[in-house]
């Protein structure tokens, strides 16, 4: 495994702070699916189908990871990062700014 995808996974465990169970939870939710962006015709957000992926890649042994997982936690690791830079003022607990992040397998609040 190359050093870049090491860090790689080291800065999505740190990222990602839900559980399979949480994040399994969550994305049943109505506020999960009521946040985000969508392509056109799709029913499901960009960040929805992110957290589908994240429990795929947690229920995973490192050695099992594709290139695609590692693209992905690429992803998560740089969406969260942004998105964690733009909190807003105030109570954040029930705000799409969290939900959008939760989505992602990052709760702001834990």
């Not at 990602?16 to 169970?21: A, C, P």
């Not at 699916?33 to 994240?54: A, L, N, P, R, T």
Request: glycine share 6%; net charge negative; proline share 3%.
């Amino acid at each position: 495994m190359s050093k870049d995808t090491e860090t790689v996974i080291k800065e999505f465990d740190e990222a990602v702070n839900m559980t399979v169970k949480q994040l399994e939870s969550w994305l049943k939710t109505e506020e999960s699916k009521s946040v985000g962006q969508k392509d056109d015709g799709d029913d499901e957000s960009k960040g929805h189908k992110s957290g589908k992926h994240i429990i795929d890649i947690l229920e995973k042994k490192k050695d099992d990871y594709t290139d695609d997982d590692i693209s992905h936690m690429r992803k998560v690791v740089s969406y969260v990062h942004r998105h964690c830079a733009q909190k807003p003022d105030g109570d954040i607990e029930d705000t799409p700014w969290r939900y959008s992040l939760m989505n992602w397998g990052h709760d702001p609040i834990k």
